[in-house]
């Protein structure tokens, strides 16, 4: 047993209108409406479970635009949530340079992908299968989620914080 208050620095990454802002808002407070400006961290505390036992961790939502320029706000990432926007070609030659450059930074942090827009998959330009390829990278988890489908983000949530919970104990 750990008793101390676990807390997690999550970057949310990713194009301008991915879905960022709308992805956090759902995560930190079930909300549907894109916090605005949204300025530094954002909390949420929650309880974690893993095998069984359950933690009560906390995490800190920073929003990140573009993948360059960034380098000192991910060096202090536990993890890194990726937003593709799955309606909305990406360069994946850019996305992949982006995640072996973090893989090894700062706390070589764990990678999430969360392809987002999920409702709007009949327009899909991206789907789970070309994303898959980026596992090959160090990729953990992809998820495919959308913040007007409250359930898709919080089994993400869930399943990123039992990644981090397993990381961290592994740490230990
Ligand atoms: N249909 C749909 N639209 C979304 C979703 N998430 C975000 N949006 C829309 O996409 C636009 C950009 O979202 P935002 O969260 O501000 O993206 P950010 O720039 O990455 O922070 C806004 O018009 C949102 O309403 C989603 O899951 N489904
Ligand atoms: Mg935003």
């Known amino acids: 047993m750990i008793s101390n208050r676990l807390t997690w620095k999550v970057s949310v990454i990713g194009q301008p209108g991915s879905g ?7 995560m930190a407070y079930d909300s549907d409406s894109a916090a605005g400006a949204m300025r530094g961290l954002v909390r949420k505390k929650l309880n974690a479970e893993l095998n069984g036992e359950t933690r009560n961790v906390e995490f800190l ?6 993948f360059s320029g960034s380098d000192n706000l991910i060096a202090s990432a536990n993890g890194v949530i990726i937003v593709v926007d799955i309606t909305n070609p990406v360069d994946f030659d850019e996305l992949t340079k982006f995640i ?26 991206i789907w789970e299968k070309d994303l898959e390829p980026l596992k090959k990278h160090g990729i953990s988890k992809i998820y495919m989620v959308s913040s007007r489908q409250p359930e898709t983000v919080k089994s993400m949530l869930n399943d990123v914080a039992a990644s981090l919970l397993m990381r961290t104990m592994e740490r230990k």
């Open 61 to 66: 939502f920073q929003e990140i635009d573009g």
């Open 20 to 26: 960022k802002s709308s992805l956090i808002s759902r």
């Open 100 to 125: 072996n450059f973090i893989s090894n930074f700062g706390k070589k942090p764990l990678i999430f992908i969360a392809g987002s827009k999920l409702d709007r998959r009949y327009e899909a330009k």
